[in-house]
């Protein structure tokens, strides 16, 4: 029998290329000339080593690695299923899911059965990343969903008799959930555990995960059954997916049973679950518990990071309890932990909330000293903290040193600086600065011009307030409950009845819907005006719409009682009202 001669000076190439490959010896550049080498003296056997040049290739130049695979596919060397793998990767990762897709119909058809599964997941990888980091689709995806694009290359594997694994199924599992349609990853979930696929702990914990974000709290614990019924133990991962959708929602009783739980089942609790417990604590004021475990966690021998000492430090910011904070600061630095920028940013907002503004003054200088940058948050935090105590003088040296190191304002500090100079009679300049930012400084918020429609319509100047109230669709923005509420209550304060009537009509048309707070205050306006008929029309909403009666609206209806006008406008109310005027 004839054997196949294969040229000394390849198979020596070949054999050099591969060494140098496992051993991580080649770099791009390298792999260019070699692959030129190689290609011009290939034969079938030459795949192996075009794939370690492929792969190298495509690690750093992705676009790079797709035309060398066209090269590849013009010559005699005919491509395997590892090629087609190096060639989807490469698409994907350039962002070609459309040319991936393609290259996985080949694998298919050409009989790479077994590798197509793996060339598959690595395609719905990259669709899931793509997707989630919202980079431009092309070809494919400009013309259908992902969820489309999954359903036809399964469809495809099906037709071939692919059968996908566990890994394929759990990818398209963990896009559905992430996209809150967990009905639909559910029923991929089921299907695959019917056709003999056991899930792992992964899938488990995704579709744990997706009825978490869901807050489906029953479908959680039942899929929790069904896992312990088949053999998986939960692990800290999906124990801390469980504390973590309980303590979202300040679920204590819940929270603590699992995080006992955990340790009866032999698992301790990790960093993690301690910190996310410590956090729920310390948010509703249990400072006591929340301390008791930050010990525990240390006797434990898990050292507390930056995360934890801000939950405990923000709480006991909330309590008042300043001695523990700087305690606890101190204990953070012996430790070794430097703070971030969000740290002091946290602290420095509690301390302003609290009228402490000389305190956060203090925490922003050592800040500084400590190499720590203050960001545009820093500065908003300390200038509202300024503006809290009337301080207008030191929020516009904040903002002069902001701008002295190239720091750009935001929305949040031109707010500040409106309100600030509103509240301090300085309606004129808060108009500067609010034209500075439709000119110049960027775009103004709705909360910008309710600060400013806020100023003015306190001030007496409603033609202007009314100007700018035209202006906001003007701006690409849409008036909110709160503009509509300062506009409706100055109409009725200046008696123009009917006109705030159609406004409060037009807002509703324009999808804005009254909530309790702005039917509460309209009622009590009327009340206040002697409008009685037109404030029974708002208390029939009030009721229509299962709102509770303020306590402040309720004592100016028992006032007209009490005036001895009960009856009279008995009649004029909704007879839940007109019965309270009675009793009266």
């Known amino acids: 029998m004839s054997r196949r001669f294969v040229p000394v000076g390849r198979h020596i190439l070949e054999q050099n290329i591969k060494a140098r490959y496992h051993a991580g010896d080649i770099g791009t550049e390298d792999a260019l000339h070699l692959f030129d080498e190689l290609l011009q003296v290939a034969g079938r056997s030459s795949i192996h080593a075009i794939n370690c040049l492929l792969t190298v290739v495509g690690r750093d130049c992705p676009a790079l ?28 990762r350039a962002g070609r899911q459309d040319l991936g897709h393609t290259a996985m119909g080949h694998v298919i058809k050409m009989g790479f059965l077994a590798d197509a599964i793996i060339t598959f997941s690595h395609l719905l990888k990259a669709i899931c990343a793509e997707n989630k980091t919202s980079y431009a689709m092309d070809i494919v995806l400009q013309e259908m969903d992902i969820s489309s694009i999954f359903d036809r290359i399964f469809q495809e594997m099906s037709r071939n008799g692919v059968q996908p694994d566990i890994v394929t199924y759990t990818i398209q599992m963990d896009y559905l959930c992430k996209s809150g349609r967990c009905t639909e990853a559910r029923k991929i979930f089921d299907s695959m555990i019917s056709l003999g696929q056991k899930p792992t702990v ?9 009825y978490a974000m869901e807050k489906s709290f029953h479908d959680m614990l039942c899929l929790i059954d069904l896992m312990v019924g088949n053999g998986i133990v939960p692990d800290h991962y999906v124990y801390n997916i469980l504390i973590s959708a309980y303590a979202k929602e300040e679920m204590v009783g819940e929270v603590m049973h699992i995080f006992t739980k955990m340790r009866q089942q032999g698992l301790n609790p990790d960093a993690v679950s301690y910190g996310t417990v410590i956090d729920l604590l310390s948010r509703i004021g249990r400072m006591d518990d929340a301390m008791s475990l930050f010990n525990q966690m240390i006797t434990e021998g898990l050292a507390p990071g930056i995360i934890v000492f801000n939950h405990l430090i923000s709480g006991f910011c909330t309590c008042g309890k300043w001695e523990k904070v700087h305690e606890l600061f101190s204990e953070m630095l012996d430790c070794g932990i430097c703070p971030d920028t969000v740290f002091f940013n946290t602290v420095m907002d509690r301390l302003c909330k609290n009228g402490r503004v000389t ?32 301080k207008m003088d030191e929020v516009s040296k904040l903002l002069d040193n902001m701008v002295s190191i190239g720091m750009e304002p935001d929305v949040i500090t031109y707010n500040i600086l409106i309100d600030g100079y509103s509240k301090n009679g300085r309606i004129d300049d808060a108009l500067v600065v609010f034209r500075e930012m439709l000119d110049t400084k960027g775009k103004p918020s709705v909360i910008s011009f309710n600060i400013m429609i806020g100023a003015l319509l306190k001030c007496g100047r409603k033609a202007e307030a ?16 709160v503009t509509y509420s300062l506009m409706i209550q100055k109409l009725i304060e200046e008696g123009s009845l009917q006109e705030s009537d159609d406004l409060f009509v037009s807002m509703e048309k324009n999808g804005c819907a009254a909530n309790s707070r702005m039917l509460n205050a309209i009622v009590r306006s009327l009340l206040q005006k002697g409008e009685v008929p037109r404030a029974g029309t708002y208390l029939s909403k009030i009721d229509e ?14 006032a007209l009682a009490s005036r001895g006008k009960g009856q009279e406008y008995k009649e004029l109310l909704p007879e839940k009202y007109s019965e309270l005027l009675i009793e009266a």
């Open 65 to 92: 690695g797709v035309s060398l695979f066209n090269r590849v596919a013009r010559s005699k060397v005919a491509p395997c299923s590892i090629t087609y793998a190096i060639l989807v990767d490469c698409c994907c």
């Open 202 to 210: 992964t899938t488990y914990s995704i579709l744990l995960h997706g």
């Open 359 to 390: 305190e956060a003054q203090d925490l922003f200088d050592l800040m500084v000293h400590m190499g720590v940058k203050p960001d545009v948050c820093t500065y908003n935090t300390l200038m509202g903290g300024y503006l809290f105590v009337g």
């Open 466 to 481: 009314k100007d700018l109230f035209d202006g906001i669709w003007a701006n690409g923005l849409v008036p909110d409950i």
């Open 545 to 558: 719409r299962s709102f509770i009666l303020e306590a402040s609206t309720a004592s100016l209806l028992t």
